[in-house]
């Protein structure tokens, strides 16, 4: 009796201490949560790919692609006026810190006439522009397109419209997947002028032209630069979409589900750009 009693003591004592439990949910969460990318991805291009077959087929199959690419024209307005102030004042802003963090170093060594605007620029175009603007699209529209879809989901609005033969995948992901895809790029290129304008506020009140501010641009910024910039915001687009909506479609548990799944894709959305910001500016621009 006493040699099961101590056995009963130590299981509960090592229950009571579970050391891998918690690595072991969060790999499974992860392989997951990329499984289920992976399939949403796929089955978004598939969409895509009939969505342009159709235009070929039919008057009906032509009708219904014409309301695909009315969707998408009407996400597009809720990416862009849902992100747009909120990028251009964020990106000016931060080109204006920057400037004022570097005119005074820069005039001690007297070089702030021929590095201030491409400092500005440089940081603007790789970095500032494409994550400030991912982020803002984030916390502005990619959340309510989670608690969109998640609504639709906990109220079996989703498995209604799978019943009536259309399917989910092209009637709520493909537009929002590909208004977030062409619009997060338009937008970064739209706060690169916003914080070099920025930069330029600070620059006039020391007393620098604006053609030695330009100046300065052409001699330190590259192309590559801009275009690094643009490939970032393109695949932030993709990740954030695609990260919203399947949080959405996967949500249960009714208006409490609904508040995990918006808070669960925000804070996934964000981690994913930080992580693939540093992936991709290792293979933009190698050292």
């Known amino acids: 009796m006493s040699t099961a009693a101590g056995y ?23 392989l997951v949560f990329i499984g289920g990318m992976v399939e949403l ?26 309301m695909d690419f009315l969707e998408v024209v009407r996400q597009m307005q809720v990416v862009s006026w849902g992100a747009f ?20 170093q820069l005039k001690n060594f007297g070089m702030a ?34 608690a969109q879809i998640a609504s639709m989901k906990v109220t079996e609005q989703i498995d209604a419209i799978r019943a009536m033969g259309v399917d989910p995948i092209r009637y709520l992901v493909i537009p929002r997947v590909v208004a977030m895809t062409i619009m997060i790029p338009v937008l970064a290129v739209v706060a690169d002028y916003c914080g070099v304008a920025g930069g330029f506020v600070i620059a006039s009140s020391h007393q620098i032209a604006i053609s030695t501010y330009t100046n300065s641009i052409y001699q330190v910024v590259a192309l590559q630069d801009f275009t690094g910039g643009i490939i970032k915001a393109f695949v932030f687009g993709i990740f954030i979409s695609l990260t919203a909506c399947l949080r959405g479609m996967r949500s249960s548990g009714g208006a409490a589900g609904v508040g995990k799944a918006t808070i669960s894709s925000v804070v996934t959305c964000i981690i994913l750009i930080y992580l693939f910001d540093t992936i991709l500016t290792a293979a933009l621009w190698p050292s």
């Open 8 to 30: 009963i003591t130590r299981q509960k004592r090592f229950r009571g201490v579970p050391v891998l439990t918690p690595i072991g949910r969060l790999v499974t969460a992860l």
């Open 41 to 66: 991805f796929l089955a978004t291009v598939s969409g895509i790919f009939h969505s342009i077959v159709d235009i070929r087929l039919g008057a009906v199959e032509r009708r219904v692609a014409l």
């Open 85 to 104: 102030w909120i990028a251009i004042i964020t990106v000016s802003s931060s080109g204006m810190v920057i400037a004022m963090e570097t005119v005074q």
């Open 113 to 146: 006439q021929a590095f201030l605007g491409g400092g500005v620029a440089y940081a603007t175009f790789r970095e500032m522009a494409p994550v400030l603007t991912a982020v803002v699209a984030t916390a502005s529209v990619a959340s309510s397109m989670t």
